[in-house]
């Protein structure tokens, strides 16, 4: 019976389409991770990304094309699909999730700003989106950081609070880790799938 319920719950996870935003952290490690429990777990089959310049430089853009299958968008001219990146990106999307989240992009999604294809594209989808910012302790407490997390908030966006963890920088333990970032991700991608059907090959 539970196994019934899952299977019906991925099924419905399936067709819905997952943009995901990588920012410049050394926790875009983490990628390859999170995209397992996506497609193997949850169930979602959709995935397409968008890096920021910095996340470009971190880590390169080949082991988010060898996990996801598809090459991710980083300039303009990467998006091949005709029209604008970020229009038809947003028009894609059923659920936007950007993780890891930067402070970089906090400051710019709490001010609209939209200087690449990944901000633009924040403000052109009308999808669920989830927020996963990651940063050091020192950079998560300061106030500025801490406005635009309350903004982003009071403007819709799903918050996933970092936790305690070990810095891959400084070794050491400290808030400003990948938070608990499945429950979020999940409810955000039941509402859209609620909310979207797409007919086959659309
Ligand atoms: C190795 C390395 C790791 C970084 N990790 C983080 C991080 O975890 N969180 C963060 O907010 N900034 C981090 N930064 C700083 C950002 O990369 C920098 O603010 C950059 O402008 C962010 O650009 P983006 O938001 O367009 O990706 C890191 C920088 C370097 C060089």
């Avoid at 990588?22 to 169930?43: D, E, Y």
């Avoid at 303009?76 to 993780?99: N, Q, R, S, T």
Wanted: charged fraction near 15%; proline fraction near 5%.
């Amino acid at each position: 019976m539970a196994e019934n319920a899952t299977t019906s719950a991925q099924q419905a996870l399936a067709g819905v389409r997952l943009l995901w935003g990588v920012c410049g952290s050394f926790s875009a490690v983490a990628v390859p991770h999170v995209n397992a429990w996506l497609r193997g777990t949850v169930g979602v089959q959709e995935i397409r990304t968008v890096m920021t310049t910095q996340a470009h430089a971190l880590m390169g853009p080949r082991m988010i094309e060898a996990v996801t299958g598809h090459m991710p968008v980083t300039a303009w001219e990467d998006h091949k699909g005709g029209g604008a990146a970020h229009v038809a990106l947003g028009a894609w999307a059923d659920v936007l999730v950007v993780l890891p989240a930067t402070a970089n992009f906090l400051a710019k999604a709490a001010h609209g700003i939209a200087d690449d294809v990944l901000t633009a594209t924040l403000l052109a989808a009308e999808c669920p989106v989830v927020i996963a910012p990651v940063m050091n302790a020192a950079m998560w407490s300061k106030p500025a950081v801490r406005r635009n997390v309350d903004q982003l908030r009071e403007d819709g966006y799903q918050i996933v609070e970092p936790k305690d963890g070990i810095s891959l920088t400084e070794g050491r333990r400290e808030p400003g880790s990948l938070g608990d970032f499945q429950p979020a991700i999940s409810s955000a991608l039941v509402q859209a799938a609620a909310r979207h059907t797409h007919p086959q090959g659309q």
